[in-house]
């Protein structure tokens, strides 16, 4: 069993359109959760950083973690083209090793 | 543009060869992360290092090694490359502390044929 799960998609919504993207792990002592967006032939970008259980909201995004569930999400509202890409989650427990999901790829039809 | 860069974009050899991936950290970035990303296996954390010194290790295979020069830059070497070694390698730097950002180099693909 992985790490971090991902559902890899793809996932294809309209402009306008909430999306919520979603990574599960298995290792209780993960307590740092991260988002990255990689656009197509680039790096990956951090979008979201929450320690913890809990939301954290940043303009569209929104990234909420449930611990005793082992669930994250990442919501963004309004979706634009702009957002097409892939969503990588990762996570990582006190030490300096993050595990990264194998990412969602996401694209907004205009 | 994060300010990591990588050398070369792209690498195609062969198997068994060995090769080179160079890594400039962005300035005042002491620490440099190398990551693996392919398809099946998303992206792995394979080894950082900390002004010099190895700091952490993931997934690295022993036919693969990294080193930190003093003016911070990194290399990442791979050795008697497989075909299931083709690739994306990504380099981040930080501050190198937990709770810091880390940037992402644009990566060099890598493809062993």
């Known amino acids: 069993q992985k790490e971090v799960e991902q559902d890899p998609g793809p996932l294809s919504v309209p402009e306008g359109a909430i999306v919520s993207l979603n990574c599960t792990y298995s290792?209780?002592?993960?307590?740092?959760f991260m988002w990255y967006r990689q656009y197509s032939r680039k790096g990956p970008e951090l979008l979201m950083y929450?320690?913890?259980?809990g939301n954290k909201e940043d303009g569209r995004f929104t990234a909420q973690v449930d611990k005793s569930s082992k669930y994250i999400s990442l919501f963004i509202r309004d979706s634009q083209p702009s957002d097409s890409a892939t969503y990588l989650c990762?996570?990582?427990?006190?030490?300096?090793?993050?595990?990264f999901g194998t990412g969602t790829s996401l694209t907004v039809i205009p | 543009d994060s300010g990591v860069t990588q050398t070369p974009k792209h690498l195609i050899t062969a198997t068994g060869q060995r090769v080179t991936l160079r890594c400039s950290p962005r300035?005042?970035?002491?620490?440099v992360y190398w990551y693996q990303q392919s398809l099946d296996q998303g992206l792995q954390f394979l080894i950082q290092?900390?002004?010099?010194?190895?700091?952490a290790k993931g997934n690295i295979l022993e036919r693969f090694s990294a080193q930190q020069f003093p003016d911070l830059h990194s290399e990442l070497n791979l050795s008697s490359l497989e075909l299931g070694d083709s690739a994306l390698y990504f380099c981040?730097?930080?501050?190198?502390?937990?709770?810091?950002?880390?940037?992402f180099g644009p990566g060099t693909r890598l493809t062993v044929l």
């Open positions: 981040a730097s930080g501050w190198g502390q937990p709770n810091n950002e880390q940037f």
């Open positions: 290792n209780s002592a993960f307590q740092y």
């Open positions: 929450t320690y913890s259980s």
């Open positions: 990762a996570m990582r427990e006190t030490g300096n090793q993050f595990y």
């Open positions: 300035s005042g970035d002491l620490s």
């Open positions: 290092y900390y002004n010099g010194e190895e700091r």
